[in-house]
């Protein structure tokens, strides 16, 4: 009486939809939370506010509050989220000796960069200008790369002209397995013919090459099946000559 004539099928699908909208909205409450507390703490740090940092999250928060799924709500958090562990990277390694400043001046397009350049060499007793240099682009990099338009922009760009090659990967494993199904075509196990349609996967895909648009969905199981097994290697390059970065 309650549903009247909706069959099971719709009830299950309309609920479905219910729980998933819930969960969606609970993954929504917990990441602006998160966020709020990320803006709270800029405020009251000694350092005063960040004004680039506090764009980020800002936008980041945004983001999540607009999102219509899950996973966009989750890659806008990884953009900001704190990291569990100190990540030793190379632009960590340049902000432990000092040159964020740099990297906010050459942000900026201060034309005092120069003189901020020839100071952190002193300071830190750099031999090499070029040394100081590179350090300021590794801060850069990470802030550039930590933009959610840049990443958004990114995978736009892998779905229009990203292209897929792939390249055999000969070994004694696969050697051995290529004899076994000589001598045994017809006295396979289920796990040798996996490793068969394998093995077969990665002699068609040798050396293949073609665009993201242009690969069929027959021809990424098989290359799976292949790179899961170990017998090929699968790539996704980029064209970098066109523009990647949203102006």
């Given at each position: 009486?309650?549903?009247?004539?909706?069959?099971?099928?719709?009830?299950?699908?309309?609920?479905?939809?219910?729980?998933?909208?819930?969960?969606?909205?609970?993954?929504?409450?917990?990441?602006?939370?998160?966020?709020?507390?990320?803006?709270?703490?800029?405020?009251?740090?000694?350092?005063?506010?960040?004004?680039?940092?506090?764009?980020?999250?800002?936008?980041?928060?945004?983001?999540?509050?607009?999102?219509?799924?899950?996973?966009?709500?989750?890659?806008?958090?990884?953009?900001?989220?704190?990291?569990?562990?100190?990540?030793?990277?190379?632009?960590?390694?340049?902000?432990?000796?000092?040159?964020?400043?740099?990297?906010?001046?050459?942000?900026?397009?201060?034309?005092?960069?120069?003189?901020?350049?020839?100071?952190?060499?002193?300071?830190?007793?750099?031999?090499?200008?070029?040394?100081?240099?590179?350090?300021?682009?590794?801060?850069?990099?990470?802030?550039?790369?930590?933009?959610?338009?840049?990443?958004?922009?990114?995978k736009e760009h892998v779905r229009k002209f990203g292209r897929v090659t792939c390249v055999k990967v000969t070994s004694k494993k696969d050697d051995t397995a290529a004899n076994v199904?000589?001598?045994?075509?017809?006295?396979?196990?289920?796990?040798?013919?996996?490793?068969?349609?394998?093995?077969?996967?990665?002699?068609?895909?040798?050396?293949?090459?073609?665009?993201?648009?242009?690969?069929?969905?027959?021809?990424?199981?098989?290359?799976?099946?292949?790179?899961?097994?170990?017998?090929?290697?699968?790539?996704?390059?980029?064209?970098?000559?066109?523009?990647?970065?949203?102006?």
């Amino acid at each position: 009486e309650t549903t009247g004539c909706a069959s099971e099928t719709t009830i299950k699908a309309i609920a479905d939809a219910m729980e998933k909208e819930e969960e969606k909205e609970k993954t929504r409450t917990k990441l602006m939370r998160r966020t709020d507390e990320m803006l709270m703490a800029l405020t009251t740090t000694k350092e005063g506010v960040k004004e680039r940092e506090r764009k980020t999250i800002e936008r980041a928060r945004e983001r999540i509050r607009t999102s219509d799924s899950i996973r966009d709500m989750e890659d806008a958090w990884q953009t900001i989220k704190p990291d569990g562990k100190k990540k030793h990277t190379r632009a960590a390694k340049a902000r432990e000796k000092g040159l964020e400043t740099l990297a906010e001046m050459i942000a900026k397009r201060d034309w005092n960069v120069i003189a901020r350049m020839k100071e952190d060499k002193r300071r830190l007793n750099e031999t090499d200008e070029e040394d100081v240099w590179k350090g300021a682009r590794d801060i850069l990099s990470e802030w550039v790369g930590n933009e959610s338009s840049v990443k958004d922009s990114a995978k736009e760009h892998v779905r229009k002209f990203g292209r897929v090659t792939c390249v055999k990967v000969t070994s004694k494993k696969d050697d051995t397995a290529a004899n076994v199904t000589r001598r045994r075509e017809k006295n396979l196990t289920p796990k040798e013919r996996r490793e068969q349609k394998a093995m077969e996967s990665a002699e068609r895909y040798d050396n293949f090459s073609a665009l993201v648009t242009h690969v069929k969905p027959h021809q990424i199981l098989a290359m799976n099946r292949a790179e899961a097994n170990g017998t090929l290697r699968v790539k996704l390059e980029l064209d970098y000559a066109r523009q990647v970065i949203p102006a």
